[in-house]
């Protein structure tokens, strides 16, 4: 692609993210702002190609983001909360939920889903579970707000689980029309990076899990860091309900750490990760689905 042509597709990401050429050291549209993203990229594990779409701008809003302070909820235990499927609430076996609707709750605007308001009960097949790339919840909302997408859920780096969508509705999450409109999704909060690892420590969380070795698509990662354990049992909290709720069974793809066929096809039934659906995805490696899905099973002996 020619250097008018990059300058033009980083101008129109500006405007669709909110990112501007200040943010990279620049002061203008042009070839140095195009360099300075290349080493952005190269300095992050990117492709570096000098464009700053979704993927680069979800980095560098994290970067941003590490200055500002992190506040966890006053969430009173012992109270019975719930997820809500078309206006109707389902218990979940977890303390910590926030819905939006409630005092620090976020809501997915308007446009940026696919409202199934008034229609009959939507029947999601599958449920799809991704990292975020953030350091915590409230910037991941912050981050889909700008890109104009959406997701029904985020699980904070404490276990607080947030509901931004009722069900009913499509989050604009996976990719593709027909992934996004049989889904249901969730991110976890994770920065991924290691280089993360202090932010997580000055703000009380401690380090997290680091996942070495993963393998996703046939390669092996770098390191990486994983989820707390707190989250993991959020995790299992959240598919239990979503199961129960939306009548979508407790089983896994039958591939791992790859692109499943079903998944793939938009025809699974189940709870699987980003990665199941593309090949461009690598989230969530490492993530032990075996043991998620057996506490699940576990919750749901309680019901």
């Known amino acids: 692609m020619s250097l008018e042509k990059q300058i033009a597709y980083n101008q129109r990401k500006s405007e669709k993210y909110g990112w501007t050429p200040e943010w990279f050291g620049c002061t203008s549209f042009d070839a140095e702002l195009i360099s300075a993203i290349k ?3 190269a300095k992050n594990g990117l492709n570096a190609d000098g464009y700053c779409g979704s993927s680069t701008f979800r980095r560098l809003w994290t970067e941003r983001e590490q200055e500002i302070e992190y506040h966890q909820l006053d969430i009173q235990d012992g109270v019975e909360k719930y997820i809500i499927y078309n206006n109707v609430k389902t218990r979940i076996f977890w303390d910590k939920v926030v819905l939006w609707n409630q005092e620090r709750g976020q809501e997915a605007s308007q446009g940026k889903y696919s409202s199934y308001a008034g229609e009959p009960p939507r029947k999601p097949r599958f449920f799809v579970t991704h990292w975020d790339v953030c350091l915590s919840s409230s910037s991941c909302y912050r981050v889909l707000e700008q890109r104009g997408i959406s997701i029904h859920f985020g699980i904070d780096n404490d276990g607080t689980i947030f509901q931004w969508l009722d069900c009913q509705h499509a989050a604009w999450h996976a990719g593709g029309k027909a992934w996004n409109h049989n889904s249901l999704g969730v991110e976890v909060s994770n920065a991924y990076d290691l280089k993360w690892q202090a932010w997580y420590r000055k703000h009380g969380f401690g380090d997290r899990p680091v996942i070495e070795g993963a393998k996703c698509h046939g390669r092996t990662l770098s390191a990486f860091t994983g989820f707390y354990d707190v989250q993991l049992e959020a995790l299992a909290a959240l598919w239990e309900a979503v199961s129960w709720a939306c009548d979508i069974p407790l089983q896994l793809p039958e591939t791992d750490n790859a692109v499943d066929p079903k998944c793939e096809e938009g025809f699974f039934k189940g709870f699987c990760n980003h990665y199941h ?13 075996e043991a998620v899905l057996s506490r699940a099973r576990e919750l749901r002996r309680g019901r």
């Open 39 to 41: 080493d952005f990229q």
């Open 277 to 289: 659906l593309t090949k461009r995805k690598i989230d969530c490696a490492g993530l032990d689905n």
